[in-house]
């Protein structure tokens, strides 16, 4: 593959394609921000539980791999994203201490505006429905300390399915074309009574998409990198139902994209964000998360502003 033909492009973890001289944008769509403040745990127990997220993402900037805006009159990146999450978690038992529980989520590119300067001559996107993710978790029991809990965990073998809109005459799509494994450990520790840290650390494997964009040329497939990416946040009880923190996230690729089997260097991704989010919770069963983030650093990706509501109810 010549070193002048780039960009696959995708949303939310958006891959963007375009003839320009720069690399990369391979990865799909991850969560980078939507979970945060008291991630290891469910909140009330075994049942069903919705969570409905509604993110927005507004960039200014595409950038290449030394992290300089790519060459085109304007790279204005921005959209509205709709995920709709339904959990179970059952009373099946694993060992004496977790539980089995399965997750199913979906999103939803609701508005997708992109602006290169040439009436989108460079740069070509469309919205729609994103590929469908499905992950059988085990839940730990909180471990208890005197005054109550005091550490909770969680880890999950989340599949990302192939099954969204995906054009590989446009340069960003809500789906992949590939399928993708993002196992994940998520844990909650209480420094006291009523602070606490968590973090989600995923690892991402993706396989073959068998139909690369048009930017690739004749290649017969594309196979994007490995990545690690982690979501990080505190928050303290200035009330009982109300928690104040700040919340963050971090990707990085550490894998070379390979087209036709060929590793091709210089495409690896990267951004790590932060920014100020609260919860409010108005029972057991129903709590609403918000969240802000304001990405530094990226190379081969979007960098910009990302602001995340979630209601999470439990039935």
Do not use: C
């Not at 690690?228 to 550490?254: C, E, M, S």
């Not at 994209?257 to 932060?274: C, L, M, N, Y």
């Amino acid at each position: 593959m010549k070193n002048n033909v780039i960009k696959k492009g995708f949303l939310a973890g958006t891959v963007v394609l375009a003839s320009v001289s720069a690399y990369a944008y391979d990865l799909p769509t991850v969560n980078l921000g939507l979970t945060s403040f008291m991630d290891g745990g469910l909140p009330a127990g075994p049942g069903w539980y919705s969570q409905t997220y509604l993110q927005n993402y507004d960039a200014s900037k595409l950038v290449d791999n030394n992290g300089n805006t790519l060459g085109l009159p304007k790279t204005d990146l921005s959209y509205q994203a709709i995920i709709e999450q339904v959990s179970y978690m059952s009373n099946i038992r694993v060992g004496q201490h977790a539980g089995l529980g399965l997750n199913f989520l979906l999103p939803f590119v609701s508005k997708m505006d992109m602006d290169d300067g040439l009436n989108n001559a460079a740069i070509k996107a469309q919205g729609g429905f994103g590929d469908l993710m499905i992950g059988p978790f085990i839940q730990f029991d909180p471990v208890m300390g005197a005054a109550g809990p005091k550490f909770v965990q969680r880890i999950e073998f989340q599949v990302n399915l192939p099954t969204g809109e995906y054009d590989r005459n446009k340069d960003i799509n809500p789906g992949n074309n590939a399928v993708s494994l993002d196992p994940y450990w998520a844990a909650t520790y209480w420094l006291n009574p009523k602070w606490t840290a968590s973090t989600r650390i995923h690892y991402l494997y993706n396989f073959k998409n068998n139909e690369p964009g048009y930017a690739f040329g004749a290649a017969d497939d594309i196979q994007a990198g490995q990545a690690i990416h982690a979501n990080f946040a505190t928050d303290y009880a200035v009330t009982p139902q109300l928690r104040l923190g700040i919340n963050g996230y971090w990707l990085k690729q550490v894998t070379d994209t390979e087209v036709d089997g060929e590793k091709v260097k210089g495409r690896r991704e990267q951004v790590w964000a932060i920014g100020p989010g609260a919860m409010y919770s108005f029972s057991k069963n129903d709590h609403l998360v918000a969240n802000a983030y304001f990405e530094q650093d990226a190379k081969n990706r979007p960098e910009g502003t990302r602001v995340s509501f979630r209601y999470i109810h439990h039935f």
